[in-house]
């Protein structure tokens, strides 16, 4: 027995209340011991986070994969959980510290890691609150956190177990240095911006009257950073550059300084730029780096000049004068730093070289730098430019965990999804550097190391273990730093089930079956867990990774704070419900593609939900409940055989388009499933003619829709279920995916094909010929196919009661004014006299197809000029396109409109 609906469609009315249902009766996770498992890991989102639109479509794309395998039956666990996110929820602490004029050096470490506790259980679930109302169907039974005791352990065991492979070691090498957050940082947490600088030229004088081959007495050097020649070390020229050939090998005394350094040979310098002639300061450039170990240099030996928080330093060497020391590295707050003094310094004593610039009238000027747009890292996080900083940090042998990945990806034990992605993967993983995991913070893993007097490093899962590998009465400390967030993420998908224990989680659920994430992640994360999941468990973590694009904004803009154009996904759900902003990120998700947001195409998906809503309340009324079976019942009449058919060849399509990951195919599939052959064409074909085989059809054939679109709109389809028969007992989230056990039926699909044919095709000439929809009119059909007679036959009634033709003659049309129309095979002639005046409708087509024509060919100039395309704002360039696709549109519905009246 059905329940009735209300006349109106609210989604926030019902989402709350069956959200709660479903999380209370465990239904995310029935119980299904003996079912094929299907396991998903959610890209655990930061513990200090709030949803946002890529979170948004990340978790609604898991989402259908989630309902939909647990709809086919099988034990479906969705993993969800948070990250400790190290640096992030440090910051978010140490700012509310801030705020009550408290810093966190106040605090002793224990105490303070207390305060973090404290606040990640007061603040930290507004992110899990959030995917709720997503509709996400997660196990938060077993909500995982990556600072839990089990996953500790399983973390300290892997980075011991690494290092007592060799694949884990301390080295002092340069690492992105991030001197607000004072800590060093990962390659992939550094963002480049153009800001604009200077490049200054400097003299280094030669030594021992040696001068080059043009009598010059000095070499010239250009920098973007003249703070950092106070640690140069050596000075790179190109070994076939002649100009300097003499002088290799011999040294140049540094200004300021009065450092004495060599002049090395080596390809890094390039004699087309500048001098070729480049400055070589190994402890504060990574591509200096290099030159300087090639040059001879241990890393132990090269000169850093700044401290922590990028303030100048004494350097090993005693050289640096001490007017620099405790100078900012450039300009900050207002107060000159060592680059402004060196500058100063170097002009003072002749050692600097102006730029000369030309001033907008010609006339020549003299500036201390050339003004350039300098490219420059900054760190993500702490939002200030990123030192290149000599230190000692633990590294993970990346390029030996990379190999058996690379081999997975190669030879398709794991698909990477889209294709194009695998490019990209391979350039990275075969070029892969070692992976700095330490990370100077007191919150997050702290590295399991602790060391003598003579700092020998002792690296045991306990610190009894290290104390019975250093010996009694070995005096212990522990390392200060903790590791990488990104290095305990990288067990998310073993870790999060139990292991390193063997539970039956692990058994069952590892491997994984697929991982969907944002392509912004594939080396954070993906790339790690796989390295990590071969290197742990021998096996590959999934056999399939889908990467997702970015949602934009509308313009196709980046979103970003600073341009003012987020979008809150909590407010569109607000204004059109979570189902609509689902099925918009599903219908619009195409492989290989970003999102562009468009309110006009949610709204569209809230209307058809709506639609659904009220085809729902029209079954009802008509006394079409529930259906009692799986399998497609018994029918007889062509309407129902052919509905029946749809509901196979839908079923299928979902499938594939699943399958393959066309998440965009398959929303696309039931949409027009839903309002096209459902909505607009079968409950309008029997209508006033339910029977108890069309009740019976109906009913089934809308039990099968709500199945299918559950897992994009789950929340409409769940009220509908339950309003339309008695069946607490078996919820639409646990239900069981379509088995029609049916065939399409040929002839069923012929004659209804035929019907609708017919029916849009007078639809669309009344509208473009101006004829009232109402109008009854007559049809001719001279040579009409057997298809055509027996639809006639068969269909008189639907045939006025849709076409609005009152008869269909199978016989010669009479002379005079008439348009032609297409069902099928057939060609059908339509008698207009007395219908509309057709010189004058050919008139004002005329009139209005050439009118299109021109302003398609205008607009088409327009685009074909690069000078417009690339130059006018990308609004302009959007609008004359859909001008131009309307007006297109238009020529060819305007030309046809004229064909049809000959």
């Given at each position: ?31 299904r ?6 396991t ?55 700012r ?14 224990e105490?303070f890691?207390a305060?973090?506790?404290e ?11 959030q995917?709720r109302?997503?509709?996400c ?12 005791p ?15 492979d060799?694949l884990?070691?301390r080295?002092k090498?340069l690492v ?11 390659d992939l ?6 800001v ?8 280094y004088?030669?030594e ?40 290799v090998?011999?040294?140049?005394v540094?200004?300021i ?9 080596d ?8 001098s ?25 030996e ?8 990028a303030?100048?330093c ?6 640096v004068?001490?007017e ?9 707050d207002?107060?000159d ?19 000369i ?23 993500d ?11 000692d940090q ?16 190669r030879?398709?034990?794991?698909e990477?999804?889209p ?15 070692p992976?700095?995991?330490s ?21 045991a ?7 019975a ?8 400390t522990?390392?200060?730093d903790?590791l ?12 999060t ?5 063997q ?9 994984n ?44 803009q ?11 996904p ?11 902003l689902r ?14 947001m468009?309110d ?21 009324s008509?006394?079409?409940g529930a ?9 007889t009449h ?10 196979v ?9 699943l ?7 398959a ?15 079968y ?11 069309t009740r ?5 054939a ?12 789950p ?6 279920w ?24 040929a002839e ?36 009409p ?9 068969a ?7 849709l076409?609005?033709?009152?008869a ?15 069902a ?9 006299e ?16 050439e ?52």
């Open positions: 027995m059905s329940t009735e609906l209300p006349t109106t469609f609210d989604p926030a009315a019902i989402e709350a209340r069956w959200y709660a249902h479903w999380e209370q009766e465990g239904l995310f996770r029935p119980a011991p003996d079912a094929q498992p299907y998903i890991v959610n890209p655990p989102p930061n513990v200090t986070g709030s949803l946002h639109i890529g979170h948004a479509l990340d978790n609604t794309l898991q989402d259908i994969m989630i309902r939909y395998e647990r709809l086919r039956g099988k034990d479906a666990l969705w993993v969800v959980g948070t990250d400790h996110a190290g640096i992030a929820t440090q910051m978010v602490v140490e509310q510290l801030e705020a009550k004029q408290d810093k966190r050096t106040n605090y002793s470490r105490d890691v305060k973090v506790w606040w990640k259980e007061e603040s930290g679930g507004t992110i899990t609150r995917l109302r997503l509709g169907s997660m196990d938060w039974s077993r909500e995982q956190f990556t600072m839990d089990h996953f500790s352990a399983a973390v300290t065991k892997t980075f011991v177990d690494l290092y007592n060799g884990i070691y080295d090498r992105n240095w991030d001197p607000k957050l004072k800590t060093a940082i990962s947490e550094v963002e480049t911006q153009d604009k600088g200077s490049f200054w030229h400097f003299r004088p030669l021992d009257g040696v001068t080059l081959a043009d009598g010059r007495d000095y070499i010239e050097v250009a920098t973007t950073r003249p703070e950092t020649m106070l640690a140069d070390m050596a000075v790179a020229v190109h070994p076939e550059d002649e100009r300097y050939a003499s002088v090998g011999k040294h140049v540094l200004p300084t009065g450092r004495r350094v060599p002049i090395v040979a390809e890094h310098a390039d004699p087309e730029l500048g070729g002639a480049v400055k070589i300061t190994p402890g504060h450039d990574f591509s200096d780096f290099e030159v300087g170990k090639r040059a001879g240099f241990k890393p132990a090269m000169l850093n000049m700044l401290d922590g928080e303030n100048v004494q350097t090993a060497d005693d050289l004068p001490k620099f020391l405790g100078l900012h590295r450039f300009k900050h207002g107060v730093g060592a680059r402004e003094l060196v500058v100063q310094r170097l002009k003072d004593s002749g050692h600097l070289i102006p730029h610039a030309k001033t907008k009238k010609g006339e020549e000027q003299e500036l201390d730098a050339e003004p350039r747009t300098i490219a420059t890292p900054f760190g996080r702490g939002g200030v430019v990123i030192e290149p900083w000599l230190t633990w590294y993970v042998d990346a390029e030996k965990l990379a190999v058996k990945p690379i081999e997975a990806v030879n398709g034990e794991v990477i999804v294709k194009s992605w695998e490019k990209t993967f391979f350039n990275w993983m075969e070029n892969i550097q992976w700095c995991v990370r100077q913070l007191w919150w997050g893993h702290r590295i399991p190391a602790w060391y003598d007097a003579e700092g020998k490093a002792y690296v899962l306990t610190e009894e273990e290290a104390q590998q250093a010996g009694e009465g070995a005096a212990l522990r390392d200060e903790v990488d967030t990104w290095f305990s993420s990288a067990l998310w998908p073993f870790a089930l139990g292991w390193p224990e539970t039956d989680l692990v058994a069952k659920h590892y491997p079956d697929l991982l969907v994430s944002g392509f912004d992640i594939l080396f954070f994360w993906d790339a790690r867990m796989m390295m990590m999941g071969q290197y742990t468990t021998g096996q590959n973590p999934w056999p399939k990774l889908y990467l997702h694009g970015l949602v934009r904004a509308a313009d196709g980046k979103m970003s704070k600073s341009k003012g154009n987020v979008v809150d909590l407010g569109l759900i607000d204004q059109y419900g979570a189902d609509a099925f918009f990120m599903a219908a619009m998700e195409s492989q290989g593609r970003d999102i562009k468009d006009k195409r949610i709204e569209g998906y809230r209307n058809f939900a709506t639609k659904l809503w009220n085809a729902t309340r029209f079954c009802q008509n006394g079409i259906s009692t079976s799986i399998a497609a019942p018994k029918a062509a309407v129902n055989r052919w509905i029946i058919g749809e509901v060849q839908t079923k299928q399509a979902l499938d594939t388009a399958a393959d990951l066309r998440f965009d195919a929303a696309n599939t039931i949409y027009h499933f839903v309002w096209d052959r459902f909505c607009d064409w409950i309008e074909l029997v209508k006033g003619n339910f029977d108890e085989e019976v059809v109906a009913g089934w809308l039990d099968q829709i709500l199945v299918m679109l559950h897992p994009f709109m929340f409409i389809t769940e009220e509908l339950s309003k339309q028969g008695d069946r607490a007992d078996y919820p639409l989230i646990t239900a069981k995916w379509v088995d029609p056990q049916a065939e399409v039926d069923a699909k012929a004659e209804i094909d035929w019907l609708i044919a017919l029916t849009s095709a007078i639809r669309t000439a009344k509208n473009e010929l101006g004829i009232a929809p109402g109008a009854k009119l007559e049809a001719f059909c001279p040579a196919s057997a298809l055509a007679k027996s639809v006639v036959k269909n008189a009634g639907a045939i006025e009661r076409a609005r033709l009152t269909i003659h199978f016989a010669e049309a009479p002379a005079g004014a008439a348009m032609q129309i297409a099928g095979e057939d060609a059908l002639v339509i008698p207009l007395g219908v509309i005046d057709i010189e004058a409708e050919k008139t004002r087509l005329s009139k209005a197809l009118a299109s024509a021109k302003e398609a060919k205008s607009l088409e100039g327009r685009l074909s000029n690069a000078n417009f395309v690339e130059r006018a704002k990308p609004e302009a360039v959007e609008k004359a396109r859909a001008d131009h696709a309307h007006h297109t549109a238009e020529v060819a519905r305007l030309e046809a409109a004229l064909a049809r009246l000959g």
